[in-house]
């Protein structure tokens, strides 16, 4: 009995911790997204959408103005971003996934920079 005891309150030290360890590695991988989308040698994103909300200084308006991308599914963002094509075919947005100006590692970044946006 006193080992189950133990062991239990083992397990819920161990779940706290890594609760804590996602939050942080998902508020990294925002704040990475961010940097991508503002930065003009990285996505660039600001030089055709602004975001509501969000004050960014000389953004574009070429693309619609992002907003509550947060209620969007995340894998519609991801392949909207790899391939805007997908799901326009004339879509002047460029495809930043297929033509490797991004990674798959910075566009979940930004994916998961755009589920903060309410
Ligand atoms: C050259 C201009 C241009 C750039 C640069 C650009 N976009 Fe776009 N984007 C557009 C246009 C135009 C549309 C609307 C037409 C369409 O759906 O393709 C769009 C649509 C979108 C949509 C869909 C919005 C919706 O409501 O469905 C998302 C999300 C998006 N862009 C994200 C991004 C991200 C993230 C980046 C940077 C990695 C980016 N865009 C860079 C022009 C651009």
Do not use: E
């Not at 779940?15 to 991508?36: C, W």
């Amino acid at each position: 009995m006193r080992l189950l005891k133990v062991l239990l309150v083992a397990l819920f030290v161990c779940s706290l911790l890594s609760s804590t360890s996602f939050a942080t590695n998902n508020r990294r991988l925002v704040q990475a997204g961010k940097k991508i989308f503002l930065s003009k040698n990285l996505g660039n994103c600001l030089a055709c959408h602004d975001i509501a909300g969000i004050n960014i200084p000389q953004a574009g308006a070429i693309g619609p103005q992002l907003k509550h991308t947060a209620n969007y599914n995340a894998s519609y963002l991801y392949d909207k971003i790899w391939n805007p094509h997908k799901y326009n075919p004339t879509s002047i947005m460029p495809p930043f996934g297929k033509n490797a100006i991004l990674t798959k590692h910075q566009i979940k970044a930004v994916v998961a920079f755009l589920k903060t946006i309410k």
